[in-house]
């Protein structure tokens, strides 16, 4: 039976709230919460609707360090699907923010140690459905809230590139396991670069769908209307052909009410040509504050050689894109600290397939255990609550006004060129800080930002590629589309690609 609240817990919540009560307030107000919570007993008591996992589980292990040279692996297991399908034969690793039955999901954090999810996310099921294997999970950052690799547990995630480097967060796992050769394919999560950032310094192709195009159904969340999940992998073609079987409506998740019900086959469009593509080289997107000349010019080099291809490519600029940074600020910030802080990685407001397993775990586990947060999901709380007890949510609802101007801004610009060309990072993968201060700690997590978070934003697609290197170390060339148009920056990156440009070596 749920308890029914005291006097005090009353008095304590009204205060919160800014009002008071007074005896007689309090004997009516706790007489009906009473008769309300009968009700909630009885909800209590009803069975949740439940997917079982349809093909066998492997048990698994967290590998040992020396199984584990680059701290990537969360969990190695083994779950294969069907035994035909596009996948067959394909080796998938997931990060380990998305739901995989049977398998421990940490989410980065020592808070998650000990929870194991009974349903499998939407896109797992549609991987093993399309005869993929499932390979593990892959370390991200805690709780996803960094674009460095230094914020995971248990470790750090090393570059297979350079051990002594970063990996790029928060998908740090996915990519390095893709860069090292251990897995085929990956499973990332995107809310301000997550995808792009590690494809870019570990040297492989990440795509981050547009907004709502892959469904999230068991992802853990940062922010609904930032969140997303997609491809990585080394080749184009496997980044085309994992898109094919993740991709389209699951009909629970709300991020995807714009989502086309019909969507091509992108893995057979590989063939097509890149000519005729026209590419905007967008001005904005190099010179940032944290910019490195070198890797800049390899990939102003990297532009110039679609016109190889048979590509027009023309310089563009979009002033605005020079604010994305803060836009998104706006909408993360608060919107993070509402959504998997407060409400416990849930969020009020729309239907959606909640894991109330999970949210149950994090609940009391956040309380108990608060100061394992890491420090830039501290952070996010301080500054969040802050913004909304001071300003009462003004500057997130500027900020969601605000997206739809950037990405009119960037739609206006897309309706002259197919495609826009920038720097993934400003820099070159840095390297893991040791022993880092709280200062560094902080600046080294959301410094290189400062051209993907725009498009979580706007929600339009986009994929790093790997187009060069400085000193051998990857440097990662971001292509951005229309809407729903990831055939397009397929195709470019496949041309390039098949032209010898993406090569490390």
């Known amino acids: 039976m749920i308890k029914t609240p005291d006097d005090e817990a009353l008095q304590r919540i009204a205060a919160a709230h800014h009002f008071e ?26 069975e ?5 996992a349809k093909y066998a589980r492997g048990g698994g292990a967290r590998p040992a360090r020396e199984q584990n040279p680059h701290g990537a692996w969360a969990w190695k297991s083994s779950v294969r699907g069907a035994s035909e399908g596009p996948l067959r034969g394909k080796t998938i690793v997931v990060k380990d923010n998305v739901a995989v039955a049977g398998m421990p999901m940490l989410n980065g954090s020592p808070l ?72 085929d394919m990956a499973i990332g999560g995107d809310q301000g670069g997550s995808i792009r950032i590690p494809s870019a310094w570990c040297g492989i192709f990440g795509l981050k769908p547009t907004w709502g195009l892959v469904p999230y159904t068991g992802a853990f969340p940062i922010e609904p209307s930032l969140d997303h999940v997609g491809p990585m992998a080394a080749t184009v073609r496997d980044v085309a052909l994992l898109l094919d079987v993740i991709a389209g409506r699951d009909g629970v998740d709300p991020r995807q009410g714009n989502a086309p019900f019909e969507l091509p086959n992108y893995s057979a469009q590989m063939g097509a040509s890149a000519g005729g593509l026209r590419i905007g080289v967008l001005q904005e997107g190099f010179g940032s504050e944290r910019a490195d000349a070198r890797a800049e010019a390899v990939v102003k080099e990297a532009a110039a050689r679609f016109e190889g291809l048979g ?13 994305g940074l803060d836009i998104w600020s706006g909408i993360a910030t608060e919107g993070a600290w509402s959504t998997m802080v407060r409400d416990n990685a849930m969020g009020h407001g729309f239907e959606a397939a909640f894991d109330a397993g999970l949210i149950n775990t994090y609940d009391k586990a956040r309380k108990a255990h608060a100061q394992q947060f890491s420090a830039t999901v501290k952070a996010v709380i301080l500054l969040g609550q802050y913004l909304d007890e001071t300003y009462g949510g003004m500057f ?23 495609l826009l060309l920038m720097p993934t990072t400003p820099q070159l993968p840095p390297p893991l800080p040791q022993l880092p201060g709280l200062d560094e700690y902080l600046g080294v997590a959301l410094d290189m930002m400062a051209n993907t978070a725009a498009f979580d934003a706007t929600g339009h697609p986009a994929m790093s590629v790997p187009c060069g290197q400085v000193g051998g170390l990857p440097v990662g060339m971001m292509l951005v589309g229309r809407r729903f148009d990831e055939a397009s920056i397929l195709r470019a990156a496949y041309g390039f690609e098949q032209a010898g440009y993406a090569a490390l070596t």
Request: overall charge neutral; charged content about 25%; glycine content about 8%.
């Open 311 to 323: 590509c027009h490519v023309t310089p563009v600029t979009i002033p605005l894109h020079r604010s």
């Open 396 to 418: 997130y609802a500027k900020a969601q006004n605000l997206r739809r101007v950037l990405r009119a801004a960037y739609d206006d610009e897309l309706s002259r060129v197919d």
């Open 112 to 183: 998650l140690e000990g929870y194991v999810p009974s349903a499998d996310a939407t896109i797992i099921a549609r991987i093993l459905d399309a005869g993929g294997e499932i390979a593990g999970k892959a370390v991200c950052e805690n709780l996803c809230f960094s674009g460095g690799s230094h914020t995971s547990y248990p470790e750090p995630v090393r570059n297979p590139r350079d051990p002594r480097r970063m990996a790029g967060g928060s998908s740090s796992g996915s990519a390095a396991l893709v860069a090292s050769g251990d897995c």
């Open 21 to 46: 009560l007074d005896k007689e307030e309090l004997r009516a107000f706790k007489a009906s919460i009473a008769s309300s919570l009968q009700g909630f007993d009885r909800l209590q008591a009803m």
């Open 48 to 52: 949740e609707p439940s997917v079982p």
